[in-house]
């Protein structure tokens, strides 16, 4: 499956930002769909997920009340929906997927076979 992350942009703390990620090539329903995020210096980390069935949804702590994840399977596209930003949200956000990711290994990075290019978020203070 292709990943095509869009929808990074700079905006002000407080502010919003909806990334989208179009996947083409495969059944899209059939992959467990995550967000991660990457600033500099630091690792990849986990932003939020789709289980492969669409039924379980996973949040990173700082993202739970800011951030949606949502899915659209006619258009084979995820989305994350960020309020509320903050400047330590700045990062690069990745959308990824993988068939064979289990519930609980949906936060790890190493699980996901597939990856997009990435969309540069930056908030600024």
């Known amino acids: 499956v292709q990943l095509q992350a869009s929808g990074g942009g700079l905006v002000q703390a407080g502010g919003s930002l909806r990334l989208s990620c179009a996947a083409s090539?495969?059944?899209?329903?059939?992959?467990?769909m995550g967000w991660f995020r990457q600033a500099p210096g630091k690792e990849r980390e986990f932003v939020a997920a789709?289980?492969?069935?669409?039924?379980?949804?996973y949040y990173a702590e700082s993202a739970k009340g800011r951030f949606t994840i949502s899915r659209d399977n006619a258009k084979n596209t995820v989305y994350l929906q960020m309020n509320s930003l903050k400047p330590e949200d700045t990062a690069v956000y990745y959308c990824?997927?993988?068939?064979?990711?289990?519930?609980?290994?949906?936060?790890?990075?190493?699980?996901?076979?597939?990856w997009g290019q990435g969309t540069q978020v930056t908030v600024s203070s």
């Open positions: 990824a997927a993988d068939s064979g990711v289990i519930s609980s290994s949906m936060r790890s990075s190493k699980m996901y076979h597939y």
């Open positions: 090539g495969r059944t899209f329903t059939r992959y467990a």
């Open positions: 789709f289980s492969r069935s669409g039924g379980s949804i």
